[in-house]
């Protein structure tokens, strides 16, 4: 385990120095460390878990990022997925891999990245494991708790489909990266810097949604992920994503159609929600949560998403795990 928040007590060696360092560095961003195990704290309804792993060269490239950024986007890719479940994060863990080349600050200040994050998505570092390889490598493992528990199963037909937030910015600015630009600083923010919708999650499920996904595979590709759980058919108007700012911007700079890029793109870590034909309490939603709601496309009986322009299918392609 990676140590009690300030005053770990550890025995000798060059590892446990860094434990020590890194929970100094966490300082209340932490909770009570030091033993193999951590105690998930309680909480109403029900357990959840998910792990996420971020890998350097697959997730991430570190001449893209600053170590605070791995760490924040890494655990927010796990936290994301207890907003899909409209959880009250309980506390994470980081199974930590450290390059060879990294130097003692650079391991501490992903760790502090990590715990910025938890401590905006109002949760704390309960421990994990340090070690070497290859690349930086983070599996960040998040404990909370489901008052009512969402899934990708539930949606009924003649719910509405809904997003949280904006679409498109995480894919222009890897796209420009990959391209040798450095993106607009709005794009860079929307990628290195996303955040997790945690209490928009929960404020919905409070008021009916039927079900719920979070974007990181891509738009397309989640919505059939939905589909296929609830055994429904999702109809998609690509005119109503909401597009990030700046999105069509550099959409159009390369000559890119940015509704499809924003429909293709992943790693979002926005919400995907049915919610019954007659909410209409998108304005209610952000005022409550600060997030927008946007209103894409409606659940209908069959299989699979359409994703319509003008009421015709466009073909969109997703990000595919390559294992």
Known sequence: MMGESTAIMLGDGAEFDRVREIAA????????????????P??????????????????FRR????CEEIGWRAT????SDLAAAAAIP??????????????????????????DAARVSGTKVLGGDLSSGPAW????????HSARLMSRRGALPGDGV??????????????DWTAGREPEPTLREMFAKPLPRLAVARW?????ATSMIDLSDGFAGDARHLAAASDVRLEIDIGALPLGAGVAEAAAACGADAALDAAAGGEDYELLVTLPADFAAQDACRLATGVPLTRIGTVVRGHGSAVLRDGVAVNVRSFRHPV
């Open 25 to 40: 560095a966490l300082g209340d961003r932490a909770g009570p460390l030091g033993d193999d195990t951590a105690a998930i």
């Open 42 to 59: 309680p909480g109403t309804g029900t357990l959840v878990v998910s792990t996420d792993v971020s890998v350097e060269g697959v997730h």
């Open 63 to 66: 001449d893209w990022l600053t």
């Open 76 to 79: 927010v890719a796990a936290l």
């Open 90 to 115: 309980a506390g994470l863990v980081v199974a930590l891999t450290v390059p060879t080349d990294a130097t003692p600050d650079d391991t501490i200040a992903v760790m502090r990245g990590v715990g």
């Open 137 to 144: 490598s983070l599996a960040v493992t998040v404990f909370g």
């Open 162 to 175: 809904w997003v949280t937030g904006w679409l498109g910015g995480a894919h222009a600015a890897l796209r």
């Open 204 to 208: 919905l499920a409070e008021r009916g």
